[in-house]
């Protein structure tokens, strides 16, 4: 009978968790995938958790604003776990803080020993122990977090003594600093360095009911703020104030930190919080494998930042967390690395329509009017709020913005005019939000216009269009190099945004290994730009824009000579002797180098010299128009491009560049070919010899 209940409350539970997984895909856009994912990893936990020898360890990373948080904690709420859960910000661990981690784990999260409670360690990427240059942070008080994702199991001293353990270590610090700064004690009074005493024990306390005697004087050791908190330190009944006081009496600073020492000791015997039933979440933006996070410019694609970001996988994010964290906690945190995709154009358009669609309904709701909004209201919010790299939290706050603090003002004035409405038609034209105001028959009753006061679009307006033609002109280089070059299409092209770059053009390079060849390719992209402007404005009229460029182009050339050993000689190289497995940098290597990029500016100017049409052409467009999109480059490059290759061969995508199996097998199907004429050629000799015999 125990059986058949056991069997029907798993079944239970199953029904429940695909419930909670249908109800999340409607209420998270963009995250079918997630939480199909997320929801796999849950079950084992969610309907057996007693069986678990160790935590389950849910790994989620992604950019900013993906829904991280939001995901976990809607988790909780569907599962009902809201009693069982911790939320803990590990940002708020980074300093000397993170004495505070093991008292939250232990004292606070003492009711979820030995049940399957669920834990959220977000920002987990500020709990790194290695800097920058692969060197040991030092942070032992996060250890605690180790052993909670290794076994579950923390060792830790139970009862109200911990909060005086942390201010006895506290003062312990604190009293090491003095020793340093050369004050001395003698029977319980400060007797040298007071003033710089004061400073360093300024503002601590030691009992925190006795605070207001906590004065930073000369006898500070002998107030009742230190006497009382010593008193309570001590576990032991023998240990009295007063006796507390002979000891201070009789103590030197060197002495004061025994004494506490051993009051520290007295604490009772450790106990052990089991959590090794508990679903840990670990929360974090990786920037080491998001390498695209930084790019605030709004006029990015978001189906190439999409793309971008499908492309990691759990290799790429092991290797970031290598630059953050040793081996062994890399091996701690698993296998369930769960890797947000930023969204795409699409799916930010959709969520727009969705808050646009929230608002409507409330309007409805509330006054039984209808709204409606026209596309070119999804367009103006998409092309104000979308930044990529924040992910969705600029759209809402635009949504709010723009929509939500208009629509107020409307149901005001309709309200004080006594309109009879039935519906609201809402547009963008022309700078301008307009509002339609509709009967119950759709006889239009009133227009009004209101200014949009918008930020990002009057930034995407050419101010100047002098300087738009420079920048058009030194972008277009770029984009007409790469698809000369590669043979593979630009994904876009751009002479105006609303950040603080002039313009940018995103090359569509191959997928595959780097090459001597497309190395020198994009050494050659690199220098569009210069080439471009020198060619079309002269020598002089070159802009300060070309410094980023030149600076790429030189670091691409000293790689390809000093790391991947495309010079004569295909050694690794350095500045100066820092290691063994390198070679000392000489004139010849450098000059190498210098040779290639003169090699690549030549064929720069070759290309776009037999092209200068097509760089015009591209370049006036760019020129009125902030922007070019693939489709309308790639008819450009058909349109006017002078390659004999165009018309032939084509333009390919970027997956078609790379030949090397087609290469391998070609030469297996060559050597077994050679292989079987030699065969054949050795049976009519033998043949012919046999027969002459």
């Given amino acids: 009978?125990?059986?058949?209940?056991?069997?029907?409350?798993?079944?239970?539970?199953?029904?429940?968790?695909e419930q909670v997984k249908s109800e999340l895909k409607a209420k998270f856009l963009g995250l079918d995938g997630i939480i199909d994912e997320v929801t796999s990893l849950i079950m084992p936990w969610y309907l057996f958790p007693e069986a678990q020898l160790r935590p389950t360890i849910i790994n989620l990373w992604g950019l900013t604003g993906s829904g991280k948080t939001a995901l976990v904690q809607a988790f909780v709420e569907q599962l009902e776990y809201r009693k069982f859960y911790s939320h803990i910000d590990m940002g708020e661990f980074e300093s000397d803080s993170a004495t505070w981690i093991k008292n939250i784990l232990t004292d606070d999260?003492?009711?979820?020993?030995?049940?399957?409670?669920?834990?959220?360690?977000?920002?987990?990427?500020?709990?790194?122990?290695?800097?920058?240059?692969?060197?040991?942070?030092?942070k032992d008080k996060l250890r605690v977090i180790w052993d909670l994702l290794d076994s579950g199991k923390i060792e830790y001293i139970p009862g109200q003594g911990t909060y005086y353990l942390f201010r006895a270590e506290n003062c312990l610090r604190r009293i090491d600093k003095a020793i340093k700064e050369g004050v001395t004690l003698a029977n319980g009074r400060i007797e040298y360095g007071l003033d710089r005493f004061s400073t360093i024990f300024s503002g601590f306390f030691f009992?925190?009911?006795?605070?207001?005697?906590?004065?930073?004087?000369?006898?500070?050791f002998m107030s009742d703020d230190f006497v009382n908190g010593m008193f309570y330190l001590f576990d032991d009944d023998e240990c009295s104030r007063d006796h507390i006081k002979e000891m201070v009496k009789a103590s030197t600073l060197d002495a004061l930190k025994i004494l506490i020492t051993k009051g520290m000791h007295t604490r009772p015997?450790?106990?052990?919080?089991?959590l090794s039933h508990c679903l840990i979440f670990v929360l974090g933006n990786l920037d080491e494998a998001y390498t695209m996070s930084h790019n605030m410019n709004p006029d990015i694609s978001a189906d190439e930042f999409h793309e971008q970001t499908s492309k990691i996988t759990i290799a790429d994010i092991k290797r970031a967390l290598r630059k953050r964290f040793r081996p062994e906690q890399i091996a701690r945190l698993g296998n369930n690395h769960v890797i947000y995709k930023s969204f795409n154009n699409a799916q930010f358009r959709l969520l727009i329509r969705q808050e646009l669609q929230r608002i409507a309904d409330f309007v409805l709701q509330q006054f039984r009017w209808k709204v409606s909004f026209d596309e070119s209201v999804v367009n103006?919010?998409?092309?104000?709020?979308?930044?990529?790299?924040?992910?969705?939290?600029?759209?809402?706050?635009?949504?709010?913005?723009?929509?939500?603090?208009?629509?107020?003002?409307?149901?005001?004035?309709?309200?004080?005019?006594?309109?009879?409405?039935?519906?609201?038609?809402?547009r963008f034209d022309n700078g301008n939000f307009e509002y339609t105001l509709k009967d119950a028959n759709g006889v239009a009753v009133l227009t009004v216009s209101d200014p949009g006061r918008l930020k990002l679009e009057d930034l995407r307006k050419s101010i100047d269009p002098e300087i738009q033609a420079h920048t058009a002109v030194h972008e277009a280089g770029h984009a007409v190099l790469a698809a000369l070059t590669l043979r593979i299409v630009p994904t876009v092209v751009v002479s105006r945004t609303a950040s603080d770059?002039?313009?940018?053009?995103?090359?569509?390079?191959?997928?595959?290994p780097?090459?001597?060849?497309?190395?020198?390719?994009?050494?050659?992209?690199?220098?569009?730009?210069?080439?471009?402007?020198?060619?079309?404005?002269?020598?002089?009229?070159?802009?300060?824009?070309?410094?980023?460029?030149?600076?790429?182009?030189?670091?691409?050339?000293?790689?390809?000579?000093?790391?991947?050993?495309?010079?004569?000689?295909?050694?690794?190289?350095?500045l100066q002797a820092q290691n063994d497995d390198a070679f000392l940098v000489t004139d010849k290597y450098t000059t190498e180098a210098i040779r290639i990029i003169k090699e690549c500016e030549a064929e720069a100017e070759r290309i776009l010299t037999n092209n200068?049409?097509?760089?015009?052409?591209?370049?006036?467009?760019?020129?009125?128009?902030?922007?070019?999109?693939?489709?309308?480059?790639e008819t450009y490059v058909k349109r006017y491009g002078q390659e004999e290759w165009i018309q032939t061969q084509g333009l390919i995508k970027n997956d078609q560049y790379y030949k090397f199996n087609t290469i391998l097998q070609g030469q297996i199907k060559d050597l077994q070919n050679e292989s079987v004429d030699s065969e054949i050629e050795r049976i009519i000799s033998t043949v012919r010899e046999e027969s002459t015999v």
């Avoid at 959220?120 to 040991?136: H, I, P, S």
């Avoid at 009992?207 to 004087?217: E, G, I, L, P, V």
Wanted: charged fraction near 25%; include cysteine; proline fraction near 3%.
């Fill in 1 to 17: 009978m125990e059986t058949n209940i056991s069997h029907s409350e798993l079944i239970l539970r199953k029904q429940k968790l």
């Fill in 109 to 138: 999260l003492d009711f979820f020993h030995e049940k399957p409670a669920l834990i959220c360690l977000d920002e987990f990427q500020f709990a790194r122990t290695l800097d920058g240059n692969n060197n040991e942070l030092g």
């Fill in 207 to 220: 009992d925190y009911n006795d605070r207001s005697h906590a004065t930073q004087d000369e006898n500070y």
């Fill in 269 to 274: 015997a450790t106990k052990t919080l089991d």
């Fill in 380 to 426: 103006i919010v998409y092309a104000e709020g979308v930044f990529p790299a924040q992910g969705t939290r600029p759209v809402l706050t635009t949504v709010k913005n723009l929509i939500e603090s208009r629509i107020s003002s409307v149901v005001v004035s309709i309200l004080e005019y006594q309109l009879k409405i039935d519906e609201i038609e809402w």
């Fill in 501 to 512: 770059m002039e313009g940018f053009c995103l090359v569509n390079f191959p997928k595959g």
């Fill in 514 to 574: 780097m090459t001597r060849q497309s190395l020198k390719k994009d050494i050659v992209i690199t220098l569009g730009g210069l080439v471009a402007e020198r060619m079309i404005f002269g020598e002089d009229m070159t802009s300060s824009g070309v410094c980023s460029d030149i600076e790429e182009a030189s670091r691409l050339a000293n790689k390809a000579i000093r790391e991947y050993g495309m010079g004569s000689d295909p050694l690794r190289l350095a």
């Fill in 612 to 633: 200068k049409l097509l760089l015009l052409k591209m370049s006036e467009y760019l020129t009125t128009h902030s922007r070019m999109e693939e489709p309308m480059i």
